[in-house]
């Protein structure tokens, strides 16, 4: 009866690493995926297979459960591609991307609220993410430290081991949050120390701009005391706050802003940049002309995420909008900018409710959700993994409330390795 046990436990890990590795958007760009054109086929077609499993999976476990279980932000991610939709519909745009982005953006969702339905599978698809990320951060490292390795196994060359430099923050980010997730469900101190080590590495040798931003947020909250006191005790709501300000202050302000000392020094000693970031100055002028010209119903997904011709030495080509909220705005018009507002505010609704009904809710775990959601949110008003543009907040949103809710309250007991 072990070998048994043994055996059905070792094929549910095997299932996970597989169902995870090609449903998870933020890895799909990653090297392991266009090394060989063989494998670039494979990349394509295996997602779509383990999609759909999950969704076959998720039927049987929603009937079986009764739909007694937690949804996360699932429904209000729908509620977001609903908004796109009316907006794709009435501009007769491209089906077809809504399509594709919004049914293979579901899957990592539905895979994680299943595995969270209890303690013991939580800790197993928690402990399998985290290997997954420390082994994808330790090879973007690795192929860089000795770039001689391109050469001797690839067809294709990315930029990264990871991909292009501006999406190589998310998937280590993504990483970042499981591997704290594995500290309070699997009690592995030492492996979240070897991702921390992992994590800054990788942003200092990429030093993309966004990431660095990112990196510098949460290594305030690992060094500073009263910043993690602050993540902790501090409604979502605030820092939801501070980043529409933001956006308004990058969007109609941005010259006196950039202008400001201590901002010019952190852009352009820090990110290494000049005052234009890169001529996005000149790319959220362009976009936001477009948008004023269709503010409420916006112009529906098109067949392409590049949006706005730019003729700067910067771009000189199509680009997107190099900006969360304003992509949205352009693609989905105000309403469906509001709907995807709407759900970061719900989840911060969602974790307080749990924080003040629960005593046993962890409130340092509650804290660490809230910093890298901050931080992602921060990121994504210069950049963004634009064919899934509400993915990766939605998905850092949607793993703080089904962790917080799961396991009908119990609390979690550390393992130690």
Not at 232 to 251: D, E, S, T
Not at 317 to 343: D, K, P, R, S
Request: aromatic share 18%; glycine share 6%.
């Amino acid at each position: 009866m072990k070998n048994k046990a043994k055996i059905i436990r070792l094929l549910y890990i095997a299932a996970i690493i597989v169902l995870f590795l090609f449903t998870e958007r933020t890895i799909r760009g990653n090297f392991l995926f266009s090394c060989t054109y063989r494998m670039q086929t494979i990349s394509t077609y295996l997602p779509i297979i383990c999609s759909w499993i999950i969704f076959a999976a998720f039927i049987v476990f929603a009937i079986r459960k009764k739909l007694r279980f937690s949804f996360g932000v699932l429904i209000p991610y729908c509620i977001i591609y609903l908004g796109y939709l009316a907006a794709t519909l009435i501009n007769h745009a491209s089906m077809v991307r809504w399509t594709d982005a919004f049914v293979y953006s579901l899957p990592p969702f539905m895979l994680a609220i299943m595995a969270f339905s209890c303690t013991e599978t939580a800790k197993i698809y928690i402990k399998s993410a985290t290997w997954i990320f420390v082994f994808l951060a330790a090879m973007n490292l690795l192929f860089d430290v000795f770039p001689q390795m391109w050469g001797l196994i690839s067809e294709w060359r990315e930029e990264y081991f990871l991909g292009y430099h501006t999406l190589v923050s998310w998937p280590l980010t993504t990483g970042l949050m499981f591997a704290f997730l594995d500290r309070e469900y699997n009690g592995r101190n030492w492996l979240l120390i070897i991702y921390l080590i992992l994590f800054f590495a990788n942003m200092a040798v990429v030093r993309a701009g966004g990431a660095l931003v990112g990196a510098f947020i949460v290594a305030l909250w690992l060094l500073l005391p009263f910043v993690r006191k602050a993540f902790k005790k501090w409604n979502m709501l605030v820092f939801i706050a501070i980043v529409v300000a933001l956006f308004a202050v990058l969007m109609w302000g941005f010259q006196p802003f950039v202008n400001f000392p201590p901002v010019k020094a952190f852009i352009e000693n820090v990110l290494h940049k000049d005052i234009t970031l890169s001529g996005r100055l000149y790319v959220w002028s362009g976009v936001l002309e477009r948008v004023y010209a269709s503010p409420f119903i916006g112009y529906g997904f098109g067949d392409s995420t590049q949006i706005f011709f730019e003729p700067s030495k910067w771009n000189n080509t199509m680009v997107h909008a190099h900006n969360l909220f304003l992509q949205c705005w352009y693609e989905g018009g105000i309403i469906t900018l509001l709907l995807g507002l709407g759900m970061l505010v719900f989840a911060a609704f969602k974790m307080e409710k749990c924080r003040n009904l629960r005593e046993n809710c962890n409130e340092s775990l509650c804290g660490v959700f809230k910093l890298l959601i901050f931080a992602a949110l921060i990121m994504l008003q210069s950049d963004q993994d634009v064919y899934y543009n509400w993915y990766i907040p939605a998905f850092f949103c949607h793993l703080a409330i089904v962790s917080m809710e799961s396991s009908n309250g119990e609390t979690i007991k550390p393992q130690t390795d």
